[in-house]
C-alpha cells in the first residue's frame, strides 16, 4: 500500500489576517473610550477651583465665602435650600405673672347676690325695697346653693313660685362705700304663688310688673339697670363689672315736664339765689 506524500504547509497569502482576527477578540470600546461590559460611574463633580481675584476676596470677606459655599451645596442638591439654614419664626416667650414673693394678700370675700328675672308679656317684676325699686334679690345664706337661694329671695319678695331656666347675668361692682360684690340673676318662670310681698324682714313694701320701657323711671342703680337693659336686647347671658370708684353709680332721677314748676323755680332761683338739688345723685344700697 503506497502512502500519499507528505506535502508541506503553503505560505499564509495574507500574514495580517491573524493580527486582525487577535484585534476582533479584544473587547471592544464604545463611545467615550469605556470597555464594553462595564458599569459607567457618574462623573465626579469637580471641586471648585476659586479665581485668582475670587480668592483674594474670600480672605478679605469670610462671611461671604460661606455665603458662596452654601449656594454651592444648595445647588448640589437640586436647588433646594438646607432646612438647618433656614430661620425659624421669631415667637415671643410666655411669660410667668408677676410674683408677690412670700407674702400673700388675703382671699377676696365679695357678698354674693342671687335674683331672677321675671317676664309677664312686655312687663317685667320689680320690687319697692326701702323705698327704691329694684329687681327681686337678696343675700345668699351660708350652705346654700345659688339657684336655690334666687328661687327663694323671689319668693319671699314678691311671693310667685318660679322656675328657674337660663343664666340672665352676673354683675360685679365694686365701691369702697359698699364692698365688693357678685349677684346672679336667673331667668325665672311664673308657675305659682300670688303677688304679694312676703318679706320676714319687712323691708319691701310693694312688688309689681312694669312695662320694659318704663324702666328708667324705676331703676337708679347704674349697674343693675345697664346689665338688665343689656339683656333684654340681647337676651344671652354676661358678666357685667363696674369699678364704681371710677365711674358714676346712680342714673339722674327723671321727672315729667311741669311748666308752671319751671317758671315758679326761675322765679324763686332770681329772687334769693336759691338753687334746686333735685337732680342730685343720692345714696343708695346695692
Keep these: ?85 433656614t430661620n425659624p419664626e421669631v415667637v415671643p416667650p410666655v411669660t410667668a405673672p408677676p410674683n408677690r414673693g412670700r407674702t400673700k394678700r388675703p382671699l377676696a370675700e365679695p357678698r354674693i347676690g342671687v335674683g331672677c328675672v321675671v317676664l309677664r308679656g312686655d312687663e317685667v317684676l320689680l320690687v319697692r325695697e326701702r323705698g327704691r325699686w329694684s329687681l327681686p334679690k337678696g343675700g345668699l345664706e351660708v350652705g346654700e346653693m345659688v339657684q336655690v337661694g334666687a328661687r327663694r329671695e323671689t319668693y319671699e319678695e314678691t311671693g310667685l313660685i318660679v322656675e328657674l331656666r337660663d343664666l ?52 337708679r342703680f347704674r349697674p343693675r339697670l345697664v346689665s338688665l337693659e343689656t339683656w333684654l336686647r340681647d337676651r344671652r347671658p354676661r358678666h357685667f363689672v363696674f369699678d364704681l370708684e371710677k365711674e358714676p353709680a346712680m342714673l339722674r332721677k327723671r321727672r315729667r315736664v311741669d311748666p308752671g314748676r319751671i317758671a315758679a323755680r326761675k322765679q324763686a332761683s332770681s329772687e334769693d339765689g336759691a338753687h334746686d338739688h333735685d337732680d342730685e345723685l343720692e345714696d343708695e344700697q346695692p
Design 168 to 219: 340672665a347675668f352676673i354683675v360685679e361692682f365694686q365701691a369702697e362705700t359698699w364692698g365688693h360684690h357678685l349677684q346672679f340673676f336667673y331667668v325665672g318662670r311664673e308657675v305659682g304663688g300670688v303677688l304679694e310681698p312676703r318679706d320676714p324682714d319687712r323691708d319691701v313694701q310693694e312688688a309689681k310688673f312694669v312695662p320694659i320701657r318704663q324702666l328708667r323711671e324705676y331703676l
Design 1 to 85: 500500500m503506497s502512502e500519499e506524500p507528505k506535502t508541506a504547509p503553503s505560505p499564509n497569502p495574507n500574514p495580517n489576517r491573524n493580527r486582525r482576527r487577535r484585534r476582533k477578540a479584544r473587547p471592544s470600546t464604545e463611545a467615550g473610550g469605556e470597555p464594553a461590559g462595564q458599569v459607567q460611574t457618574a462623573a465626579q463633580p469637580t471641586k471648585h477651583e476659586p479665581a485668582r481675584g475670587e480668592a483674594r476676596a474670600n480672605k478679605a470677606n469670610p462671611e461671604g465665602r460661606q455665603r458662596q459655599q452654601r449656594a454651592r451645596g444648595n445647588n448640589q442638591r437640586g436647588g433646594k435650600r438646607n432646612p438647618r439654614n
